[in-house]
């Protein structure tokens, strides 16, 4: 206030930079008084900008096991007996119509059908059709919800998962998990509120890049913190060596001295982002050890997980972290496994893929359930766009690959407020185009966001002039799919 008094008259420019505590003393607070600031939230989080939910959430938290490269529907999930019947015919252009192809099949001559080569049955009171490559996603298919007519406008990789992570295709939007972060604040003041882990199947797959759980405009406290394994399993947490525990507390509290100071001066609710950091990564030295300390879990639980789960890295050992970090009430896990890029030699490609995948994700669900925490964690399995249904390349009898394919593919979800046992949604009998309920990149954002108890057009902030939102413009809540 002694600023002001100063002065008779305050700038428009003095106004706006002393009136910009907002979030930035929203976060300064839950570091001094967590307790006091938990109170006072209606959204479950300490530190959300949302002062209370728009819905009653059926979801507090998500897990998404994200399959990088792009899972063929038609070997997994979308049984299609006509491509099996009419196995190297040529795709009629009626079909097709026209559609956009990527740059590796525009140039063929010739689109020959190709139905998978695996067996498919009908599972569970469902009655849902899995492929024999995924016998363990088979036996708990009573409760997913598999979404059969996805759709997305991206047609390579990069675009497409910044599209499905961001809302936008173009670099520069925060990621899902930073808006939910953001809005909803943290209920465990000892770990990051979003966490990301990575798994790779098979190497010289697509790369992934940090951007896809950046924060972007919104406060760095919100980017994802990825967790490695190995000996540091967050990078550049740890003291250098011969710095003592009670030294670096007071070199902390003097910078956060230090950082008070300039904020009182220029107001950048950043600076309060940067002390936030500082002091979770110090509380995080302890933390983090005893969440990543997997050494206590029983035999019954890697068995159920599979061999892989006492493998470091492993996509089977990440799902199984995915489970603490929940439990230790983390909002947003977002685990990525690597592999599904499979334009050749696809039968054999993608047992690998399915192998490395199908146990850990069932054991998941089930593990979940059995701890009661299945009815308000959402999962999502799921690539970024689907494949085709003719062969990229040659095809024979027992080899042949897919491109890219946009405009119908398959994911599942289970626990957090969806319909147990439901199908939703289906594709012609090519397999090609939708036939029944599709379901934008944006619906499905804009469910996951109404399951938390957010209304995903309430949820903006304004950067550079223009509110922006996860999903951008448009996208309604999948209702049907809603328990």
């Known amino acids: 206030m002694s600023d002001y008094c100063q002065h008779d008259i305050v700038s428009r420019r003095d106004f706006l930079a002393k009136s910009t505590l907002g979030l930035g003393s929203v976060a300064l607070a839950s570091?001094?008084?967590?307790?006091?600031?938990?109170?006072?939230?209606?959204?479950?989080?300490?530190?959300?900008?949302?002062?209370?939910?728009?819905?009653?959430?059926?979801?507090?938290?998500?897990?998404y096991l994200f399959q990088s490269g792009g899972p063929s529907q038609m070997e997994l999930f979308d049984y299609k007996p006509l491509l099996q019947k009419r196995r190297g015919e040529e795709l009629p252009d009626s079909v097709r119509d026209g559609q956009r192809l990527t740059g590796m099949t525009s140039h063929q001559k010739s689109f020959p059908m190709a139905g998978s080569i695996f067996d498919f049955k009908q599972h569970g009171q469902s009655g849902a059709w899995v492929s024999e490559l995924m016998p363990h996603t088979a036996q708990v298919v009573d409760e997913l919800c598999f979404v059969k007519s996805m759709y997305t406008e991206a047609i390579n990789h990069d675009?497409?998962?910044?599209?499905?992570?961001?809302?936008?295709?173009?670099?520069?939007?925060?990621?899902?998990?930073?808006?939910?972060?953001?809005?909803?604040?943290?209920?465990?003041?000892?770990?990051?509120?979003?966490?990301?882990?990575?798994?790779?199947?098979?190497?010289?797959?697509?790369?992934?890049?940090?951007?896809?759980?950046?924060?972007?405009?919104l406060p760095s406290l919100h980017q994802g913190v990825q967790f490695r394994s190995g000996k540091d399993p967050v990078l550049y947490l740890n003291d250098p060596p011969g710095l003592k525990k009670n030294s670096r507390r007071r070199m902390l509290d003097y910078l956060k001295e230090l950082h008070q100071i300039q904020y009182e001066k220029v107001k950048d609710p950043e600076i309060s982002s940067r002390i936030a950091q500082y002091e979770m990564a110090y509380r995080m030295q302890s933390s983090v050890p005893d969440t990543m300390d997997i050494s206590n879990e029983p035999d019954y639980i890697y068995e159920m997980y599979g061999p892989e789960s006492r493998v470091p890295g492993s996509y089977s050992a990440n799902c199984l972290l995915a489970r603490?970090?929940?439990?230790?009430?983390?909002?947003?896990?977002?685990?990525?496994?690597?592999?599904?890029?499979?334009?050749?030699?696809?039968?054999?490609?993608?047992?690998?893929?399915?192998?490395?995948t199908d146990q850990a994700s069932a054991a998941l669900v089930m593990d979940l359930k059995q701890r009661g925490l299945l009815e308000d964690t959402l999962v999502i399995w799921g690539g970024e766009f689907g494949r085709?249904?003719?062969?990229?390349?040659?095809?024979?009898?027992?080899?042949?690959?897919?491109?890219?394919?946009?405009?119908?593919?398959?994911?599942?979800?289970?626990?957090?407020?969806?319909?147990?046992?439901?199908?939703?949604?289906?594709?012609?009998?090519?397999?090609?185009?939708?036939?029944?309920?599709?379901?934008?990149?944006?619906?499905?954002?804009?469910?996951?966001?109404?399951?938390?108890?957010?209304?995903?057009?309430?949820?903006?902030?304004?950067?550079?002039?223009?509110?922006?939102?996860?999903?951008?413009?448009?996208?309604?809540?999948?209702?049907?799919?809603?328990?």
């Not at 520069?172 to 990575?198: A, E, K, T, Y």
């Not at 696809?346 to 047992?351: T, W």
């Not at 185009?433 to 499905?444: E, L, Q, T």
């Open 324 to 356: 603490r970090l929940i439990e230790r009430d983390v909002k947003f896990v977002q685990l990525y496994h690597q592999g599904w890029d499979q334009h050749g030699n696809l039968p054999n490609d993608i047992k690998i893929q399915a192998k490395s």
């Open 159 to 217: 675009p497409a998962i910044t599209f499905f992570q961001t809302g936008s295709q173009q670099n520069g939007r925060p990621s899902m998990g930073s808006w939910v972060s953001w809005g909803l604040g943290s209920d465990n003041q000892n770990l990051p509120s979003f966490c990301v882990l990575l798994s790779r199947g098979r190497e010289g797959d697509q790369p992934l890049y940090a951007k896809l759980w950046g924060s972007a405009f």
């Open 388 to 483: 085709t249904n003719y062969s990229q390349g040659r095809l024979t009898e027992t080899s042949y690959g897919r491109d890219h394919h946009p405009r119908c593919f398959s994911i599942w979800m289970a626990g957090g407020g969806v319909k147990k046992g439901f199908t939703y949604g289906e594709t012609c009998e090519f397999g090609y185009n939708i036939a029944k309920n599709p379901v934008h990149v944006h619906d499905f954002q804009a469910t996951m966001m109404y399951l938390m108890g957010v209304d995903h057009e309430k949820l903006t902030f304004k950067h550079q002039g223009r509110r922006f939102r996860l999903t951008d413009v448009h996208g309604k809540v999948v209702n049907d799919i809603i328990a």
């Open 31 to 63: 570091l001094l008084n967590p307790v006091q600031s938990l109170a006072g939230i209606a959204s479950g989080g300490s530190d959300g900008t949302l002062d209370k939910l728009h819905f009653a959430p059926k979801a507090k938290r998500v897990i």
